[in-house]
C-alpha cells in the first residue's frame, strides 16, 4: 500500500502535491519524497516520516518548479531505509532526466531485475519504483523506444500492479497496468493544472473541476499541448479479459469519501453492510458497532438494513499511529488498549452485533470481543464485511504468510473460537459480488488463490 | 485545556504515566512533561511535542522512580516556550522537593504572583503551575504549614480552576478546585498501584480495579500507607453552594468515553441531541451528519429522537492536528478542506440536518455549510448543541476575546445569514439543564456572564 | 571554568554577544546562553552544544534587543542539564526584570541558598549563577535597596569567585568579586557600543576603541547616560589586603592572546620557559617539543632562553573536542592517540625537552612519554609550567579530589617514574613569582593550600 | 580534497574505520559515510556533518561486520546532497555486493559516464565514486572480468586521480591512479587486520605494525589469504614515464604528521621553509610569524634557516569550521577576526617576516597583512611556500576557475600591493625542486599549466 501524486504546469506545484499526499497519508505512514522540476534540474526530497513532518513550509519552498510527483510509502518490497522511498530519480548527461513513483507490488521482480542487471542497469535499493524506472529508462536511452512505447514494452515484461506516475523534465506521464488492481484518478484544477493521485480524495483537496479514472492499461502523456490518453487495449496485456480491482480498496484501504473502480467507496461499504444484515434476518441484537474507523459505513449499512441502533460503541484514539508503549508485564493487552477503548456503562447486558472488515491474523478481534465482554455484553456478534482471507497478495497488499492468516489455518468454528464471539459470520463470496457493479473485473486472489498474475 | 497524570507506586511509574498522558493527548498538543522520583531525586523532562515523540522508549527508561506525575499542555497562560511548560519542580537544600502540574487557570493570577514576589518568591515562568507550587512550597517551607494545610490556604486565596498533583520524594497529593471546574478522577490498579489522571478515559488504559471522582476542594494524600481522603467542606471555600462543573468538558473537551462529574460523557451528548430532535418535531429532512468527531454523539441522539438517518456525511483526515499548509492563492479555502471533506455523490438534492457542538468565531462552519451546498444540499439546517458562547472564559479554555465570539456580535439571524445555513437552532440553557442530572452544579459563564469566581 | 560576554546599546546586541562567545568557546564547551532585551522583554534561549550550533544565524535573527548578555559554560557546579546553564532569568509582575551570567564559583554555596530557601526564595537548579541573581533580585524587591546597593551586600556575603554581568530591560551592571580571582575585561566599540566579557580576546574579536579590566570589587553601571564605575575599596570586602589572581588563568586557561591581570598572557608563559631553562643550564638536548597548545609559548621561552632548537613535535586534531570513541580492547590508549600523534621518523636518538603546563592526574603525560620513547626518544627530560598541583581548587577551575591529584599522593620521583620521563622539574613556586608583575596579588591555593575563602 | 579508509577482518571494523575518518577529518568536513559487510549484508550509513557526529558510539554499534570502508567528503563534484556522498553501494540480485570510496577527480567523467549510460547503466549522483564503482561493476557482471582485470580496465580509460578502495562481502581491493595524484597507505595494525587509508596518520592511531604506500596503478587485493598486490608497470597506463604526484598534499594538505610519496610531510615544509630564508640573506627582520596552522612549519624552517626568531604571531580559533557568522556592517573585516587574533603588544615596531603556504584568491593575506600593520608592524615581508598558482586543479583540489586566481590576473608587484607587504616572494619553481627527493615524480600543472592528463 502505497499512494501517489502528480502536478504538472503550477507554479505551486510542491504545495499543491503536499496537500495532495497529505489526504493520501493513510496509503503510508512510514516515509514520503517529491521530487520537483523546473525545465532544468530535478530536485528530490524524501524521508523517513509524515507528510507534515517532512514537508514543512521551509522546505517547500526550497522545491522550486512546474512539475512535481510525490509518493506515500508503506514498506511493502525492500526495507525501511531512506533508500527504499520513492519517487527515484535517473538523471543522464546526454539530456533526459526522469523520476517516478509507483503504487503497487512486482512479481516477477526478481527475474526482472536480474535480467537488467546482465544488461548493465544497476541498483540502489530493492524497491520496486527503482525497476520501473529503470526498465523505462533502458528502453528510451538504449533502445531508443518512445517513452509511451517504452511504458507498453513494460506492460508487456513486468507482471504485477502497478499504479505509475513518471515525470521528464518538460513532460509527465501516468499508466496503470492491464488488470487495473491499484485505484488512479487524474483531473483538471480550476486553473489549467493537471493532476493525478492514487486516490480521488486527493484531488479533492485541489478543488478539481473533474475527475476521471485512468483506465487499465491507459498511458496518459501531460505536456504544454494539454492532455494525450493512449488507451490500449487491455486485453493485449492481460492473461484474461476483465479487470482485476483489488476488492479490498473499497473494504479497507481506500477512505470513504473516495470514488475507486467506478463507485463510490462509502456506498459498497454500506452495500456490503446491508447485504450482511439481510443474512441475519433472524438475529436478536440490541446494538451494532463498528471496529472504527474503517468499518463505520459497513455498521451503519447494517443498522439501516436490520432497523438495529447504530453506536460508535468504541472509541479510538487516533493519536496512536503505531502502537506506541511496547507491552511490559504490568500492562497487559495494552497495545489494543492504547488504539480503542469501550464506552463506559454501554455494554452492560446488551447483545452486540460488532462489525470489522476483515480478519487477518484474529489478534486484534481477540482482544476487543475480550474488550466488550469484560464491559458486561451478553452476547458479542461477529460479522465481518469481507470473505475469508486464505491467500496472500502479491500485488500491493502487505499481507503476512499464509501461516500466519488466521483463515488459512483454522476452520470458521475454530476462528468463532479464538475470537471469543458468540456468532461469527463471513461476507460469502456470493454475497460480495453483490456489493459492486462489476463483480468479474475484481480480483478475487486472496479469498480463492486465483491469482490473476503468476 | 490541559491533562494531568499522577502514578503512585509502580516501578514502571513513567511507562504508566506516558500511557495515561497519550490517552489525555486530546487534551494538549503542544508541549508535555513528566517528573519521576526514586525517593532520592527527581528527574524532569518536558518538551514542546507530542506525547508519543516526547517520551520514545528510550527517554523513558532514563526516567526511573516508582512516583510519577505528568502534564500535557493546551497553551492558556504565557506563551509557547518550553519553559511555560509543566510539571515544575522546586528543590530545596534543606531536604524536600517537589513537583506539580496542574489543569485550570487561575483568575488572581497577577494579584498573587504580585504578593508572592513582595515576600521574596521568584518566578522562572507565566505558568500558573509554578504559581501554585510556589504557593504550596512557600507556605510549607517558611510558614511551616503541612502540606495539606498549605493546601487548604490555597484553596482560600486562588480563585480559579485547579487539578492539580503535587509529589514529594515520597508522597503524592491531589487536590481539586472547590468550584469542581475540572474533572479528576482516581483509582486503583490491579496492582496496588494508585492513579491519578484529568479523564477517567486515561486511567482506562491503565487497567483499574476501581475509579471515583475526587470532589471539589477534595484533597488526597498518597503515601506507604495508603490513601487518605481529607473531604473539605468544599461551601468553606467558595461564594456560592454549588459545584461550577465545566459543560463543555460533556460537550466538547472530554472523550466521548470519559465519566466525568458523575454522568456519562458520551450520554449527555446523546440527550442533548435528542432534545435538539425534540425542538424539530416539525422539520422534514433526509439525512443527519455530525461535524466528526465531537459531534457525532450529538447527531446521533438526534438521528434516534428524530428517526431521520445519521450518516457520515463529512470525513475528517486524522493526520492533519493543525492546518498543515498555509493559505495560497491558488487554493482556496484549503484550511478547511485539509480537514474536512464531503462524501461524494450523496448530497444532491438532500435536506440536510448538519450538527456541531458550538459556534466560536463561526468560520468554519460558514465553509462547512458551502461545502455541502456546493455538494448539491438543497437545504442545510444547522443545529448547534450548545447555547450562544457569548462571554470568555476564564477557567481554562482558550476562548477568544468577547468581540470575536461570533455570539456576542451578531444576532440569531446575523449568525445564520453569516453560515448560510437555511435554518438554525441552538441548544436553549432551559434544554440544556435537561441533558446533565444536576444543572446547578454546572458553571454557565460563557452563556450568560454569571461569572462564579471574579 | 565558564565565559561571561554582555552588550549594551546596539541593534545587533545577539550577534556582538555570539561573536564574544565563540572567542571564549576555550572556556566552556558544553552549553552556551543569551538572554537578549528591547526594553519590553527578555528573550531567553541556552541549550547543550557549541556556540556555532546553538546560534546559527536564524536562531540569532529571533533575539531582538540592544542589551544582551551570554554564556558559554563548562560544568562545576549542578549536573549538566539545560536548566544548570546559564543565563538565569528572573521577570517580577511589579516591573523589573534581570538576567545574569558569572563566571566563578561560590564556595559557601549551601549556606547562602539555605538562607535565601528560609526566605522563600527558591531555586530551578543548582548553579551559582542563579544564586548570584536570585541574592541581587531578594535585596532589590524585597529589601528595596538599589541595584548596586544589592550588589555590595552581595559582595559582602557571598564568598568565592565571581565576574560577573547582569541585566535589567535598561541597564546593564558588571562586577567582580573583591580578590579578583577571574578575569574581566571591559571596552567600547567603534560605534559607541559598550562591552564586556571574561577575556580581552572576546572585544577583540568586535574591534574596540579601548579595552580595561574590571578592578577587584568594582561595580560598573551602563545605561543611556554612559558609563558609571563604582571603584569600592576591595579590602573592605575581604580578609586580605591583596588580590588573589588565578595564576593558571595564565598558565592554561586564558587563551594566550589575551591580556588579564596586567600582563600579556603569552609573555608570562614565554617568561615561564625562560626561567624553566635557566635552572637547565647543564642539560644537553636537542630539541624543545611542546605539548600542544596551551605549552607552546611556554616550550617556546625555554627554545629562545637556551638555544635548544624548538620543534612542532606532537600534531594536535583539532576536531576532538572530547575523546571521540571509547576505549575498547582492540585498540589501547587511543584516547590520548585520538587527541596527539608524533611528528613521524624525527625521534629516533633524540634527547628530548617535552614541556607541558601542568600535571593533574599524570595520566596522559605517562601516555606521551611512553609515545615519545616508542618513536625513538633517547632520553626525555619533562618539564613543567607551573609548581606541583596538591590542592583543590574552589574558585571557578573543576579540579578533581586531592586523592585524584597525583602531586598530593606522590613525590616528585615517584611522578617522574609514573610519567616514565628521565628527568621531570617542576617550576617552582619561587620562579613562577619571577613569572608576574605582582606576585602577591596571585591565589597559590592549588599549590600550597593557602585558601583566601574558606 | 577527500579522505577514505578501509578496515579489512576486525570485528570492530566500523569503530576502526571511524578512528581513520577521524585521523583524516582535515581533508573533508561537509560529509562522511561508511559501508560495512559481515559477509551477508552491507550496511551503509552517510550524512552532511563531522565524523565525530555521524558516527557516534551508537551508530558504531548498529554497523556491524569485519569489513568497513568509509569516506570524509570535501566538495568537489556534484552538489552538496547526501546523494552525492560516499561510499556508494551497488548490490545485485544475482549475487555478489560492491561499496566504494575514492579520493581525486576524474577528467574525463562526462565522456565516461556518457559511455556507459548509452550502455544502460545510470546514475543517481554526480559523484566521481559513483562512476568508478559502476565502471569496474559493469565490467566485472556484464563483461565477465574478474575484479583486478576491470581495475585494470578502469586505469585504461579512467584518466584523472583516484586513491580507491572497494569492498565486496568477502574481499577488499584498493588501487592507486597510475600518476600516484593523491596519497593512499596501507599496514597490517598489531591483531593483524589490514588497513589503508588516504594518509598515513590515519593508520598511525589504529597502531600498525608496519606502514607502506601503494605504487601508482598498484592493486592490493585482501582476502582471508591475505595480502595479494598487483603491481602493475605504471607507464603501460600513463603518457608519460614518471608520477605525478601532488605538491600540495605537502605544502598543505596532508597533516604534518603525515608520511607522503616517500617522504615526511613536516620535513618537506621545513625545506621549503629554509629555501625561502636562503634567498633572503640580506633581509633585516625582528620575527618570522606563521599563518597557523598549515605555514607552521615552513616558517620553523625559515627561523631556524635564518636565525631570525620564531613566534605563533597569528592565534587561531580551532573552533571556528567554516567563518560561523556572516559579515554585517557593524563588524567589519569579521570573517578573519573569527578566525585569527594577532598577539596583542607585541608587533609594535617590528619588522615580520609573515609566511603563508599559497595564495589562492589572496583575500585572507591582504586582510591579514592589515593587521599586522594596525598592530604596528613597521614592515611585513610576505613569503609563500609555493610557486604563484595561475591554474586549475582538475586532480582533486578546489581551485576556483582561473580568473579567481589572483597569480593568472595579475603581476607579482600587483599583488604584492594588493595585499599590502613590503616585499613579497614566492618559492620558485626550481626552489620547490630542490625541497623534495624525486621533483621529476610531481605535477606542477597548478604552476606551469603542464597538465599530465587532458
Redesign the interface.
Known amino acids: 500500500m502505497c499512494g501517489i501524486i502528480g502536478i504538472f504546469n503550477?507554479e505551486?506545484a510542491a504545495?499543491?502535491a503536499?496537500?495532495g499526499l497529505?489526504?493520501e497519508?493513510?496509503r503510508g505512514q512510514e516515509s514520503c519524497g517529491m521530487a520537483v522540476t523546473d525545465g532544468n534540474t530535478i530536485t528530490?526530497r524524501k524521508r523517513m516520516g509524515?507528510?507534515?513532518e517532512v514537508f514543512r513550509?521551509e522546505k517547500?519552498e526550497q522545491l522550486q518548479g512546474h512539475i512535481a510527483i510525490g509518493h506515500v510509502r508503506y514498506p511493502t518490497r525492500g526495507s525501511s531505509t531512506q533508500?527504499n522511498s520513492q519517487p527515484h530519480?535517473?538523471?543522464?548527461?546526454?539530456g533526459p532526466s526522469y523520476a517516478l513513483s509507483s503504487n503497487g507490488d512486482i512479481v516477477n521482480y526478481?527475474e526482472l531485475?536480474?535480467h537488467?542487471?546482465?544488461?548493465?542497469?544497476?541498483?540502489?535499493s530493492?524497491n520496486d519504483g527503482e525497476l520501473l524506472l529503470?526498465f523505462i529508462?533502458?528502453h528510451v536511452?538504449?533502445e531508443r523506444m518512445p517513452i509511451t512505447g517504452a511504458i507498453r514494452e513494460l506492460m508487456k515484461h513486468v507482471k504485477g500492479a502497478y499504479s505509475t506516475v513518471l515525470t521528464t523534465k518538460t513532460k509527465m506521464y501516468f499508466f496503470r497496468d492491464p488488470y487495473g488492481f491499484r485505484p488512479m484518478s487524474y483531473g483538471e484544477l480550476s486553473?489549467g493544472?493537471m493532476a493525478v493521485a492514487s486516490e480521488?480524495?486527493a484531488l479533492?483537496?485541489?478543488?478539481p473541476n473533474w475527475v476521471k479514472e485512468v483506465p487499465p492499461a491507459g498511458i496518459v502523456t501531460v505536456s504544454d499541448k494539454g492532455l494525450h490518453i493512449t488507451e490500449n487495449n487491455a486485453n493485449d496485456y492481460r492473461s484474461i479479459e476483465h479487470n482485476r480491482h483489488c476488492i479490498f480498496e473499497h473494504i479497507y484501504f481506500s477512505?470513504?469519501?473516495?470514488?475507486n473502480f467506478g463507485q463510490?467507496v462509502?456506498?459498497v461499504r454500506m452495500k456490503i453492510g446491508s447485504l450482511l444484515a439481510r443474512d441475519d434476518a433472524d438475529l436478536q441484537a440490541d446494538v451494532v458497532v463498528p471496529v472504527p474507523?474503517s468499518s463505520?459505513?459497513i455498521a451503519?449499512g447494517y443498522s439501516?438494513e436490520s432497523g438495529i441502533?447504530?453506536?460508535?460503541g468504541l472509541?479510538r484514539?487516533?493519536?496512536?499511529?503505531r502502537t506506541?508503549?511496547?507491552p511490559?508485564q504490568?500492562?497487559?493487552d495494552?497495545s489494543v488498549?492504547?488504539k480503542f477503548?469501550?464506552?463506559?456503562?454501554?455494554y452492560e447486558g446488551k447483545r452486540v452485533i460488532l462489525v470489522d472488515d476483515s480478519i487477518v491474523r484474529g489478534t486484534t478481534l481477540h482482544k476487543i470481543v475480550h474488550l466488550l465482554k469484560e464491559a458486561g455484553a451478553s452476547e458479542v456478534h461477529l460479522r465481518i464485511g469481507s470473505p475469508m482471507v486464505k491467500y496472500s497478495c502479491y500485488y500491493g497488499i502487505d499481507t503476512p504468510d499464509p501461516q500466519k492468516l488466521i483463515a488459512n489455518q483454522k476452520s470458521l468454528e475454530e476462528i468463532r473460537e479464538y475470537t471469543g464471539a458468540d456468532t461469527l459470520k463471513y461476507l460469502s463470496l456470493e454475497q460480495l459480488s453483490k456489493s459492486v457493479h462489476h463483480p468479474e473485473d475484481y480480483c478475487s486472489a486472496c479469498f480463492d488463490g486465483h491469482y490473476p498474475v503468476k
Chains 1, 2, 3, 4 share one sequence.
Open positions: 503550477n505551486d504545495q499543491l503536499a496537500l497529505f489526504a497519508q493513510h528530490l509524515l507528510v507534515k513550509q517547500l533508500f530519480v535517473v538523471e543522464t548527461l546526454s526478481q531485475r536480474k537488467l542487471e546482465s544488461l548493465g542497469v544497476y541498483f540502489g530493492t529503470k529508462v533502458y536511452e538504449k486553473d493544472t480521488s480524495v479533492d483537496i485541489l478543488k477512505r470513504p469519501d473516495s470514488f463510490n462509502y456506498k474507523d463505520n459505513f451503519l439501516r441502533p447504530f453506536q460508535l472509541i484514539n487516533h493519536y496512536v499511529g506506541f508503549i511496547k511490559q504490568t500492562v497487559r495494552e488498549s492504547q477503548n469501550v464506552l463506559p456503562n454501554f
